[in-house]
């Protein structure tokens, strides 16, 4: 079954075509789009600051293990994951995994391509002059009643744009992705830097870098910190498939931690390159800096209908947004196209179609968002809303989470040991550590807070019999001390192949005698053999339990 993925074609032809691609998956609407808003929104230097703190202690090391689990496992996202799985003797359910990649991935290009349509549709608009004279008023109309509000245009952009992605993925590896990113990316880079130049040359730069990098730690609030982890996940593309589709199509000798390195660094280079371009002229053009999702569309065309060479410059900023919106729209595609091709045998190009097809007509729903459905509110807000909402703050951290125990915990160490190549044995304990015990806690507080699970779950084991607190900072705090003190134990005693236990563990969690489920999980610690003893009288199997004394003897980290 993984026979497809394993087939020559398959497989980068350098090491810079890999990059190349994964570093267009990472740059993306997120970068550019997103990345400015955020930062406007979140206060400036201090969202930057714990971005980069977060994109290399948290998301670097998930983004090595993604690549470990699709290298090793050799094929699209929940095959890899069984598979992987299975090579550690652990159960084929952890494909999961993968399952959440493949669907969270086919949701996100669902919306993706409406919001890159409309980067389309702006970069037409401004090099044919129809943005001429805008006033601050008038370009807030324009968004939302002339662009967003008519569903033709709207629809007409997504449909372009799906039929790009669709055509590049259905020519493969080799002839569409490797083709794409070599052309598209450099060209970005480029456009990029020049826009840069451009900016801090007649915008405001000293304000704009005083905005972007003096961080007044005061603005710190536990929505900043969730925002930023949630954004250097989306920004690194991590946890949705993508990479770890990728990491299927990486030859053995490549060093993963070196390759996840370069593209880690390279998508914070952009994103940074992206506010360089975009804050001088938000300061220079008195605009708002928390504008919001509309910074770029509402807020840029009125500086680029003032400057001199707008109609250019706009034109290269939207050309360049749509260029980088389509390399990771490529990568969304592509595992639901790769798990169509290995599990149901369909040739690639009919894949590409169908799966296009069906992420095209769900992302309907997206573009009635914003004209005919958007008075229909449930839950979250619209259709578009709520799709966003369970695919950024359920599927990414809990997909993230999962990888992170998965590789650190469950799979067999020497195998992790023989995939991470290239680095020291301090930095590999590290990066090991920061997988194991720093990502699982931060991912789970995200997971809890985000999602709101956090009120359920607190709510269920209600510390000390206060209530639930309203002050979200509190809740962060006691959710990953929930996470830590109840949940752990018993992923730790499932990691040990004592079902029973975890389950022991898991029960009273829920029935809030936590010391107890820990004094089990330190007994097993110590004394394995007598818990193994109370496992044989459970009934369990002998070849159960040779594998976890097999493996007990074999784990150190
Ligand atoms: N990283 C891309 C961006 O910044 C989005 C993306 C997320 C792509 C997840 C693939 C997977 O726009």
């Given at each position: 079954m993984a026979g497809a993925a394993g087939s020559?074609?398959?497989?980068?032809?350098?090491r810079t075509a890999f990059i190349l691609a994964a570093v267009g998956s990472a740059v993306g609407l997120g970068n550019v789009w997103k990345f400015p808003y955020e930062v406007g929104a979140g206060g400036g230097g201090a969202f930057v600051l714990i971005y980069l703190v977060f994109v290399f202690a948290i998301g670097l090391p998930v983004m090595i293990a993604e690549l470990l689990v699709g290298r090793r496992g050799h094929a699209a996202p929940p095959i890899a994951a069984e598979t992987v799985a299975a090579g550690s003797q652990?159960?084929?359910?952890?494909a999961w995994l993968g399952w959440i990649g493949v669907i969270g991935a086919f949701f996100v290009l669902s919306f993706y391509s409406v919001i890159a349509g409309f980067s389309l549709s702006y970069m037409v608009e401004t090099v044919t002059g129809r943005?001429?004279?805008?006033t601050p008023e008038a370009s807030v109309k324009h968004f939302t009643d002339d662009i967003g509000g008519s569903f033709a245009i709207v629809f007409g952009w997504h449909t372009l744009f799906m039929v790009l992605t669709v055509f590049i993925v259905a020519r493969?590896?080799?002839?569409?992705l490797e083709q794409a990113v070599t052309y598209l990316m450099p060209a970005l880079f480029v456009l990029l830097v020049g826009m840069v130049i451009y900016s801090l040359s007649v915008g405001e730069a000293g304000k704009a870098l005083q905005f972007l990098f003096?961080?007044?730690?005061?603005?710190?609030t536990t929505d900043n910190i969730l925002q930023a982890l949630g954004q250097a996940f989306f920004s690194l593309s991590l946890a949705l498939g993508a990479i770890m589709t990728y990491g299927a199509y990486?030859?053995?000798?490549?060093s993963l931690p070196r390759s996840a390195f370069i593209i880690a660094a390279a998508d914070t280079a952009v994103a940074i390159l992206a506010g360089l371009a975009i804050f001088p002229l938000v300061f220079q053009y008195g605009?708002?800096?928390?504008?919001?999702?509309?910074?770029?569309?509402?807020?840029l065309p009125l500086a680029f209908a003032e400057m001199p060479g707008g109609v250019i410059v706009g034109g290269a900023f939207f050309l360049l947004l749509s260029i980088a919106a389509l390399t990771s729209a490529i990568s969304l595609l592509e595992p639901t196209v790769s798990w169509l091709e290995e599990k149901?045998?369909?040739?690639r190009a009919k894949a590409a179609v169908w799966g296009g097809l069906a992420i095209y007509l769900v992302g309907i729903g997206s573009v009635m968002?914003?004209?005919?459905?958007?008075?229909?509110?449930f839950w979250r807000g619209t259709v578009l809303d709520n799709i966003d909402f369970i695919t950024n703050n359920v599927m990414m951290p809990l997909g993230g989470l999962g990888i992170a125990v998965f590789v650190a915990w469950f799979m067999n160490p020497e195998a992790v040991r023989s995939e991470v190549?290239?680095?020291?044995d301090r930095l590999y304990k590290a990066w090991l550590n920061l997988l194991g015990f720093v990502c699982p806690v931060a991912l789970a507080a995200i997971f809890f807070s985000v999602s709101g699970a956090d009120r359920l779950v607190l709510r269920i084991v209600d510390l000390a019999g206060y209530?639930?607190?309203?002050?979200p900072g509190e809740r962060l705090l006691h959710a990953t001390i929930v996470f830590i003190v109840m949940i752990m134990p018993s992923l730790l005693a499932a990691r040990r192949r004592h079902p029973q236990l975890a389950l022991l563990a898991f029960v009273n969690v829920v029935a809030g005698w936590q010391p107890i489920g820990w004094l089990f999980c330190l007994v097993w610690a110590h004394r394995p053999d007598l818990l193994t003893a109370t496992r044989r009288a459970v009934g369990a199997r002998d070849d159960r339990v040779q594998a976890s004394s097999d493996e007990r003897s074999g784990s150190a980290g």
């Open positions: 020559p074609e398959k497989t980068w032809s350098s652990r159960h084929k359910s952890w943005l001429g004279d805008l493969g590896i080799k002839g569409g003096q961080p007044r730690l005061s603005d710190l990486v030859p053995r000798d490549y605009l708002e800096a928390n504008a919001g999702p509309g910074l770029v569309f509402i807020t149901r045998g369909i040739a968002s914003f004209n005919v459905w958007s008075d229909v509110t190549t290239g680095i020291s209530g639930v607190s309203e002050d």
